[in-house]
């Protein structure tokens, strides 16, 4: 609000029954007002040029994700399979994608490879809403009966859904979105009762529901389950998880040596926040605007970027970590700031240097080395003749 000027908060006068004022008093008191109107001046302007400066960023950024978008949806979404590849789109893809378009990219990146349909999603809500009743309801099973893990998949999804992303009051009954979540959460594990539900999906599926549709969302998660990483960790294969944690734990080494040898002097393996990680794919601990960025370059880059991402993160906060105990460093690593900027992460991150050629690599043998350690061990339980 402007800063009213008047003289009618100081009196000019005295009522008659009191005696007249000090002169030196009503200077003082007049000065003292004076000062106090400029420093509210001067404080009104500072803060109508902070907002003119935000207004003045804001306006940037809105045109610069305007002329992005059009570049998507003009030059590069229509000539897509010529030119996902090229450098320019992959160096426009790293600055993050923008929100009309993010979408549609992501589909687009992970593929269809199990060949769903919009019709198999539809399937696969209704064989779960009649699952729901049933459990509701007993008396409905009929012939059918229902399983005990089918019971507690449909306890676990309905409280889940309801946990998810509390702040933004979308998911949570009477949401928006409350709905959707529960159909697509309630079809994947119809369509994969072997996996069911997993703690963690319901934030997977929420984030694809912010950018898409609901059968997309079923058909795109489908498929992003099915990529080696999240298979591996969501059907608990702990041989290859281990795998995944010997890989990053070389990366950490080579990387960030002075946080490694910390860790593992007060013995905080990477299981114990990397697994939450890969399971949300950041999305329960990271502010979301950043989520979709990390999102954007692992649907680009595939399975080394969760690593390139979590080695970013732990470079980001390493002076902060060098100093906090095991117990804070888990809470700290489980939410961090809802303040991180994800241009300085990103920084982080490419600091890193962790390629996918060179994740890939790494993978490959130290899956081999498990096979012979393996078949060496086999081999000596093996009865000789």
């Avoid at 005295?14 to 109107?37: G, I």
């Avoid at 030059?75 to 160096?91: D, F, G, Q, S, Y």
């Avoid at 498929?223 to 010997?246: E, G, S, T």
Wanted: hydrophobic fraction near 45%; include cysteine; aromatic fraction near 12%.
């Amino acid at each position: 609000e402007p800063v009213v000027l008047t003289t009618n908060l100081i009196f000019e006068n005295r009522p008659s029954n009191l005696p007249a004022k000090n002169p030196e008093e009503e200077q003082a008191q007049r000065k003292a007002y004076e000062e106090m109107v400029a420093a509210a001046k001067r404080k009104e302007v500072a803060e109508l040029k902070k907002k003119q400066r935000a207004a003045e960023e804001r306006k940037k950024y809105e045109e610069a994700v305007a002329a992005c978008t059009n570049v998507w949806l003009k030059e590069i979404l229509p000539e897509w399979h010529l030119v996902n590849h090229t450098k320019r789109v992959r160096n426009l893809w790293w600055r993050g994608l923008p929100p009309k378009v993010r979408g549609t990219v992501w589909k687009l990146a992970v593929g269809n490879e199990l060949q769903l349909t919009k019709s198999l999603y539809y399937i696969m809500v209704d064989r779960a809403q009649d699952t729901l009743k049933c459990c509701k309801d007993p008396s409905r099973q009929g012939r059918n009966v229902i399983k005990d893990e089918t019971m507690e998949n449909v306890r676990d999804i309905r409280l889940d859904v309801l946990r998810t992303f509390p702040n933004l009051c979308i998911f949570q009954e009477s949401g928006p979105y409350h709905d959707q979540l529960l159909n697509v959460l309630g079809a994947y594990a119809s369509y994969r009762p072997d996996v069911g539900y997993v703690q963690g999906m319901s934030f997977l599926t929420a984030v694809l529901l912010l950018n898409m549709d609901p059968a997309d969302a079923f058909i795109l998660l489908s498929n992003l389950l099915h990529q080696p990483c999240q298979r591996a960790f969501f059907r608990m294969d702990a041989d290859m998880m281990f795998v995944y944690f010997d890989v990053f734990n070389l990366f950490f080494e080579e990387a960030l040596p002075a946080l490694f040898n910390f860790f593992t002097h007060i013995q905080l393996t990477p299981d114990l926040y990397l697994i939450g990680w890969v399971f949300t794919l950041f999305s329960k601990s990271l502010p979301l605007d950043v989520v979709s960025r990390i999102w954007d370059v692992y649907f680009r880059d595939g399975d080394s970027f969760l690593f390139a991402a979590a080695l970013g993160i732990l470079r980001m906060y390493m002076p902060q970590l060098l100093h906090m105990e095991f117990e804070v460093i888990l809470q700290f690593l489980r939410k961090l700031p809802e303040d991180m900027s994800a241009d300085l992460l990103f920084e982080h991150i490419k600091s890193v240097g962790l390629t996918p050629r060179k994740f890939q690599h790494t993978m490959v043998e130290l899956v081999d080395m498990n096979n012979v350690e393996r078949r060496k061990k086999a081999a000596a339980l093996t009865p000789k003749n």
